[in-house]
T-cell receptor, first 114, second 109 residues
Framework: EAQVTQNPRYLITVTGKKLTVTCSQN?????MSWYRQDPGLGLRQIYY???????DKGDVPEGYKVSRKEKRNFPLILESPSPNQTSLYFC?????????????FGDGTRLSIL | AQRVTQPEKLLSVFKGAPVELKCNYS??????LFWYVQYSRQRLQLLLR??SRESIKGFTADLNKGETSFHLKKPFAQEEDSAMYYC???????????FGKGTRLSVIA
């Protein structure tokens, strides 16, 4: 089954404790991205990647890092999480580097930073 | 800058009433437009895209280049349509999609 898999689905942690949210897709998509979803603000893009070893900042990259060492994986790293990063996070992928193709989303990861 | 505007944060309608979720965009080129839906506690999923010109779950959307709009419509709302709806704009090339802030549709029985 074609899917985007995120882990963990839920995480409660404390300020400053490094964490990684994994994202993996099995559709051989070149384009992957991370979004955060907050009430009243909708979806905001954090980072995206057009291909292996190619990453770019989205609208709200501060406090986040990503890597794209393999085509299927695109982890989101919070080196020193803070409470304002408490949010619902979605990973997405699509075919071809570009925005014309519909995106496939993961189930989301709910992060709570205390 | 390219932008997508969904003017309503929340839209409440009665079951059986017509629904129109508004989406306006700012882009001078040929846009790719999408509607995504997110049911409660589920992932976002593609509802429809303008080039398909298809109807999904009774929803349709027509691109109006003159008004730069891509409103989502359904003639008779159902309770199961209650969800968050996002309009998204694509430009081609290596540019990410731009999402609107979303409209929460609540269908009241």
């Amino acid at each position: 089954e074609a899917q985007v898999t995120q882990n963990p689905r839920y995480l409660i942690t404390v300020t400053g404790k490094k964490l990684t949210v994994t994202c993996s897709q099995n559709m051989n998509h070149e384009y992957m991205s991370w979004y955060r979803q907050d009430p009243g603000l909708g979806l905001r893009q954090i980072y995206y990647s057009m291909n292996v070893e190619v990453t770019d900042k989205g609208d709200v990259p501060e406090g986040y890092k990503v890597s794209r060492k393999e085509k299927r994986n695109f982890p989101l790293i919070l080196e020193s999480p803070s409470p304002n990063q408490t949010s619902l996070y979605f990973c997405a992928s699509s075919d071809f580097p570009g925005s014309n193709q519909p995106q496939h989303f993961g189930d989301g990861t709910r992060l709570s930073i205390l | 800058a390219q932008r997508v505007t969904q003017p309503e944060k929340l839209l409440s309608v009665f079951k059986g009433a017509p629904v129109e979720l508004k989406c306006n965009y700012s882009y001078s080129g040929s846009p790719e437009l999408f509607w995504y839906v997110q049911y409660s506690r589920q992932r976002l999923q593609l509802l429809l895209r303008h080039i398909s010109r298809e109807s999904i779950k009774g929803f349709t959307a027509d691109l109006n280049k003159g008004e730069t709009s891509f409103h989502l419509k359904k003639p008779f709302a159902q309770e199961e349509d209650s969800a968050m709806y996002y309009c998204a704009l694509g430009f081609g090339g290596n540019t990410p999609l731009v999402f609107g802030k979303g409209t929460r549709l609540s269908v009241i029985a």
